[in-house]
């Protein structure tokens, strides 16, 4: 069983930036598609984006151009570089991770381990 630990949330104002990461116990095939979506209450779950582990990262275009989605080489820890942070970005951020290449689209249906979540509080 694989576990996923986010860290980087907090409570910020709106226009700054935050990174968020994603640490695996185990990078293995198991963890070859990671991703992120973001839970509220209003609008419930939402992906918002994934990357294999060889790269190839795609985005929700509701955060392209501010957002960004990486995983460092060595390490395959996940990262979500939100920039520009506006009130609608305010959720709980969850690491996601599947076996095998990420299916476009990559929905909940297809994520075989999820992290507790990391919250992200907006002030304006």
């Known amino acids: 069983q694989v576990q996923l630990v986010e860290s980087g949330g907090g409570s910020v104002q709106a226009g700054v930036s935050l990174t968020l990461s994603c640490v695996a116990s185990?990078?293995?095939?198991?963890?070859?598609?990671m991703g992120w979506f973001r839970e509220t209450p209003v609008k419930g779950r939402e992906w918002v984006g994934n990357?294999?582990?060889?790269?190839?990262?795609v985005l929700t275009p509701t955060v392209e151009g501010r957002f960004s989605i990486s995983r460092d080489k060595v390490t395959q820890a996940l990262y979500l570089r939100l920039n520009n942070v506006k009130s609608e970005d305010a959720a709980t951020y969850r690491c996601?991770?599947?076996?095998?290449?990420?299916?476009?689209?990559?929905?909940?249906?297809?994520?075989?381990?999820w992290g507790k979540g990391a919250l992200v509080n907006v002030s304006s």
């Open positions: 996601a991770a599947r076996p095998f290449r990420c299916p476009r689209p990559f929905t909940d249906y297809h994520v075989s381990y």
């Open positions: 185990e990078y293995s095939y198991q963890t070859t598609c």
């Open positions: 990357i294999d582990s060889e790269g190839g990262p």
